[in-house]
């Protein structure tokens, strides 16, 4: 007689690409996360190891869409990859503006931004760590948004406000 339940198992380690028999299941979410963020394209993804620094995850992913459509993407196929994995609860905080979406899978948080988002909130540093060199087209700041170089408004765009608008 067959087990179903092995069955079902092994069926969805390879949807996934868990490795059966590994008992870390914190790091295969981890390299699942990882995995799929790869596939989508993403970019300077960083895994900060939370372990003995804080009860709120083992692993921290934090990584970069190149556009809102892109992150959104990618917010969606892990929680698809997810729920195959049988992980249950987890949601994602941003859609579908898709600026910043955060997704909690318990034991790993992921943080998905679109570059300038990243860059602003640099949350890579709370932790100690350099966020990674911007890719060439990256976001860069307010001096590469163009604009009138010589406002004092901070934000490069003439008007005075202060305020910068990011398509």
């Known amino acids: 007689m067959t087990d179903i ?5 092994a069926a969805t380690d390879a949807a996934t690409g868990v490795q059966a028999g590994l ?17 989508d394209k993403a970019e300077a993804t960083v895994v900060i190891d939370l372990q003995g620094k804080t009860s709120l995850a083992d692993y921290m992913v934090v990584t970069t869409g190149r556009s809102a459509r892109q992150v959104g993407a990618m917010a969606d196929h892990l929680l698809e990859k997810l729920k195959a994995m049988g992980v249950s609860g987890a949601d994602a905080e941003g859609m ?12 790993v948080i992921v943080h998905l931004f679109r570059p300038e988002v990243r860059a602003f909130y640099g949350i890579e540093k709370m932790w100690g760590l ?6 060439p087209g990256w976001f860069d700041g307010p001096e590469s948004a163009g604009g009138d170089a010589g406002d004092d408004d901070d934000d490069g765009d003439g008007d005075g406000d202060g305020a910068r608008i990011v398509e």
Do not use: C, H, K, Y
């Open 5 to 9: 339940n092995a069955q079902n198992r």
């Open 23 to 39: 008992t870390d299941f914190p790091a295969q979410l981890r390299d699942m996360v990882v995995r799929s963020l790869d596939d």
């Open 96 to 107: 579908p503006q898709n600026d910043w979406v955060l997704i909690d899978a318990g034991d």
């Open 130 to 135: 350099e966020p990674p060199p911007a890719p």
